[in-house]
């Protein structure tokens, strides 16, 4: 236990130690710890007024971002969730050693199916359709992170990879096709069309991101600049996503009063007296 613990705190000191030492990749971290942590004071201060159940999930559900967040980005900075592998015999970087930023994975695990659950909130989809959804998204993010640390099989990683790409396939089918008749039905499909934009648009960039940087081709090798390109997304489609929800969200409780989701169905009517 001893040897594994004195290996454990030499890895994460390595780790810190190389992070500090590179400029782009420690201000890519700290930015969001920053960034995060004004935006849980916000967000606190937005819901302040919040009433309705439905609103009240949908708040709880976005607090939760940056609260992720800020935890995530301080668990990297710290070396815990960071590591060093040795990419495998294919890879442009074969028998070198690089850093894994680890921890991101486990971040997206937790973040994105609360953007997913906030979102379905707004558009009151089937409770059914929602667990399946969020299913999708968790398999999307431990596969990826399956991809991201297999160091047997290149060809390995790129087949996790395939299966992450897959899994996200069904997450935004659901974005663009069904919640947005739901979202119509439930009288938020303008702010729901925002943001569905917003998050297809800038969660199309990870998978982009893990291709072309060190973990997929290496066609971009530095650590810093794909950390930043991560942090970036992760800038625009929490936190902004995140206000811009809570905004409307605040202002139209009225339209997001229902204290359930998955409420409405065709031909429905109000029961008498």
């Not at 998050?199 to 291709?211: C, F, H, K, R, S």
């Not at 290496?218 to 930043?228: D, E, I, K, P, R």
């Not at 390109?229 to 202002?251: H, M, N, P, T």
Request: hydrophobic residues 55%; negative net charge; aromatic residues 10%.
């Amino acid at each position: 236990m001893s040897a594994t613990t004195t290996l454990l705190q030499a890895t994460q000191s390595e780790a810190v130690t190389a992070i500090e030492n590179d400029v782009l990749l420690s201000s890519s971290l700290w930015a969001n710890v920053a960034l995060a942590g004004l935006a849980i004071l916000l967000f606190v201060y937005m819901g302040r007024n919040v009433e309705a159940p439905r609103a009240k999930l949908i708040w709880g559900a976005t607090l939760m971002i940056p609260l992720v967040s800020i935890s995530s980005y301080l668990g990297l900075l710290s070396g815990l969730t960071v590591g060093f592998i040795e990419m495998p015999a294919g890879h442009a970087l074969a028998g070198e050693e690089v850093m894994s930023q680890w921890g991101r994975y486990l971040t997206w695990a937790l973040s994105t199916p609360m953007i997913l659950l906030a979102l379905g909130l707004l558009a009151d989809v089937d409770i059914g359709d929602l667990f399946v959804v969020i299913a999708a998204d968790i398999g999307m993010c431990v596969t990826g992170l399956a991809a991201a640390l297999i160091t047997s099989s290149y060809g390995l990683r790129w087949a996790f990879y395939l299966v992450s790409c897959a899994f996200f396939l069904v997450v935004l089918y659901a974005i663009l096709v069904e919640w947005p008749q739901s979202a119509t039905a439930a009288g938020t499909d303008e702010i729901f069309g925002t943001l569905r934009a917003l998050t297809v648009v800038l969660w199309l960039g990870y998978p982009i991101i893990w291709a072309v940087g060190i973990e997929g081709l290496a066609l971009v090798q530095s650590v810093g600049l794909t950390s930043w390109g991560y942090s970036a997304l992760d800038i625009g489609a929490k936190y902004l996503f995140a206000f811009l929800l809570l905004r409307w969200v605040a202002a139209n409780q009225d339209v997001v009063g229902q204290p359930s989701i998955g409420t409405h169905s065709e031909g429905s009517a109000p029961a008498d007296d």
